[in-house]
């Protein structure tokens, strides 16, 4: 391997086209920045009118020639080192941020998840090994979602706080290869987007996408009195404006498909439009006549056809999302998708303690099966919507979930299934899930070797790190036994079921303590506070072993003395490691918990 003179940075500049788009342009911008800071010397970047369209960088003497680039799939790049001069191609201008980034990598940069303060930049010297790289992205679409009111837009105080912390995560997307982010809008949001994030996402080439549970905002609740029609009918005969629409009716799809038409043109940067209906369980869809015969897939998926089919009309054309969730989860579909739709597979209450396609798992073979038969419904088209950073599902509580995460991408990677995207709510999901966030970044886009991710993670404890590693390995094994039947805070009630889950709770219960207690003897600042969410791990699970004793007597009891415990607990942890989640929205969530529990309890007296 070729070995990179630094000397050779004296005289050499970084070469871009003259038409070179903005992540181009911004990855020639960090490749200045890091070499300034790893040997001194600040290159200056020049535009070379030679360059026509190519996506390439050159590093080198100012008057050096690249070759003509070589075909690249798409997502794809190449590093190719000299001693005197490296060039990069690639075949998009993300791509290309994405080989800088792998660059600077086998220099030794090394990335964090919690911002560029806790970076590892170091100093070169005489010369540095490189080694050519010839990368294929594995996920050609890849990224992150969060549902945007837990940015808090409408409250600036919240607001102001979490804003710092989502450029810091958007700069790591752009190092880890991430290229898509998905705003989730629900009903009674008032916004699609953050514009005060768009810059920060644009200018890395991070596609933007928007919608969510807005099926019911394209049909405007206020249209209900003039058109009753327009709206879904109950299995009684009477009609509601609650829910989705009737897909019968040829005049609230024209509505719905207008609606997302302006959508696109009043933001004409979202790349995808997800299309899903009412976030409900058994309800939001038509029982007329006419919507009778057709299953509640189908009537999601007309709807999605007819937002397409508007879009192609009126020369937006953009990918529309089907959601596969919930009611939908099962490929029950008639219904020809449009070429323009795909599928969007949200398998929540999957089993966490397996991999997707863990033949072992009764739960999981489900869900693999929907999913084989979706991929050949939309011959292809799909896209996985993944929970790994889900504090609602985890109720807050500390699940590694590294092997999980590798298991599934292969499967996902086997199936050919071309894009993936994870859920996650800011900072606190970072802190809480920082295993799942680096092997998710590692199985979907890292294009140099990894480090073993607890690894990775735990180096920042410096002194502490094996002891830490150690200690997160043994997390993931415990909490695997437990994370087997969706929500965590809403254990089985089946007999049999519920005993099953008990006995898995009751013998993590005091290794989760013991676990807690060895990082708590450690030094580090941060592994205090994890030490303390392993704590409010332990009391909620305690919780949810009292609630299934209680029912398995045959006398339901709330376990709140245990969840206010809890809450005591995070309530102690620093915010600068909860973040805005973990200190306004976790006890929203837990207040949301026991209202529904006690009125459950209520309804069976």
């Not at 837990?150 to 912390?165: A, I, M, N, S, V």
């Not at 996985?384 to 590294?402: H, K, Q």
Request: charged share 20%; with cysteine; proline share 6%.
């Amino acid at each position: 391997m070729p070995r990179f003179r630094i000397a050779a940075l004296q005289r050499a500049v970084i070469h871009i086209a003259e038409t070179a788009a903005a992540p181009v342009r911004f990855a020639a911008a960090e490749l200045q920045r890091y070499l300034q800071l790893m040997t001194g010397a600040r290159l200056p970047v020049v535009e070379d009118a030679s360059r026509g369209a190519c996506e390439t960088i050159l590093l080198g003497a100012p008057h050096a020639q690249a070759a003509t680039p070589a075909p690249l799939n798409p997502g794809s790049f190449r590093v190719i080192p000299g001693t005197e001069r490296v060039t990069l191609e690639a075949s998009s201008s993300r791509a290309m941020l994405d080989a800088v980034y792998a660059l600077l990598a086998q220099c030794g940069c090394r990335w964090s998840l919690f911002g560029p303060h806790d970076e590892t930049v170091p100093r070169l010297d005489a010369s540095v090994e490189l080694a050519p790289i010839e990368h294929v992205t594995p996920i050609v679409a890849r990224g992150y979602c969060t549902d945007i009111m837990t940015l808090h837009y409408t409250q600036p105080e919240h607001f102001k706080d979490r804003l710092p912390d989502d450029r810091a995560f958007i700069d790591w997307m752009g190092k880890s290869g991430a290229n898509v982010f998905l705003f989730i809008r629900h009903p009674f949001d008032t916004q699609l987007t953050i514009p005060e994030l768009l810059p920060e996402l644009l200018k890395r080439g991070i596609d933007v996408e928007y919608g969510g549970h807005v099926m019911p905002l394209l049909l405007p609740r206020e249209l209900y009195r003039d058109h009753p029609e327009y709206f879904p009918q109950a299995p009684d005969g009477t009609r509601t404006d609650h829910g989705n629409l009737c897909t019968s009716s040829d005049a609230a799809l024209a509505v719905a498909s207008a609606n997302a038409v302006q959508y696109v043109r009043d933001y004409p940067e979202m790349s995808v439009v997800h299309i899903w209906g009412a976030d409900l369980w058994h309800g939001g869809w038509c029982r007329c006549a006419a919507c009778a015969p057709f299953s509640v897939q189908d009537q999601s998926l007309r709807v999605c056809n007819a937002v397409a089919r508007g879009l192609e009309r009126a020369g937006v054309a953009r990918p529309v999302c089907y959601l596969a969730y919930h009611d939908t989860i099962e490929p029950d579909v008639t219904v020809r998708p449009d070429d323009h739709v795909l599928l969007e597979f949200a398998p929540r209450e999957r089993c966490y303690g397996h991999a997707l396609n863990d033949t072992d798992c009764e739960t999981n073979r489900r869900y693999a099966a929907a999913l084989e038969r979706y991929v050949e419904c939309f011959n292809g088209r799909v896209r996985i919507f993944e929970y790994y950073g889900d504090a609602i599902l985890f109720f807050g509580c500390a699940v590694p979930l590294t092997q999980v995460i590798a298991a599934d991408l292969a499967y996902y990677r086997r199936l050919g299934i071309p894009g993936i995207t994870m859920l996650q709510f800011g900072l606190f999901s970072q802190w809480a899930y920082p295993l799942n966030f680096l092997a998710f970044a590692a199985a979907t886009a890292q294009p140099t070797a990894a480090l073993p991710v607890a690894d990775d993670y735990c180096r920042r404890f410096g002194i502490d790190a094996r002891a830490a590693a150690a200690v997160y390995a043994e997390l993931e094994g415990i909490m695997r036994t437990v994370v087997t039947y969706g929500d965590l805070r809403r254990p089985p009630t089946a007999v049999d079921r519920a005993r099953d889950v008990l006995r898995r709770v009751e013998s993590a219960l005091p290794q989760l303590r013991a676990l807690a207690d060895r990082l708590e003897a450690l030094t580090d600042d941060a592994l205090h506070a994890q030490a303390a969410l392993f704590r409010y791990t332990h009391v909620v699970l305690d919780g949810v072993r009292h609630e299934l004793q209680h029912a398995a007597t045959g006398t339901p009891a709330p376990a709140d003395t245990h969840y206010a415990t809890a809450l005591e607990i995070m309530d102690g942890i620093d915010r600068r490691f909860k973040g805005v989640w973990g200190a306004v929205d976790l006890p929203i969530i837990h207040s949301f918990y026991a209202t529904a529990v006690h009125a459950l309890l209520s309804a069976d007296c």
